[in-house]
């Protein structure tokens, strides 16, 4: 993801239900949802 603040406001729009505020580490940022079959999905934007 390269984008992930336009994407979390895409999904936010869309109604995806959120488990997690966005978390920042120095790996890079990531939020987690859940997904169509109530499985959790991590969506990452890598750090630099």
Known sequence: MD???AEVTRLRAAGV???SEVASGPGGR???VTGPAG???QVFQPAG
């Open 39 to 41: 499985s959790l999905v």
């Open 3 to 5: 984008d992930l603040d």
């Open 30 to 32: 990531q939020v987690l």
């Open 17 to 19: 239900p959120f488990v």
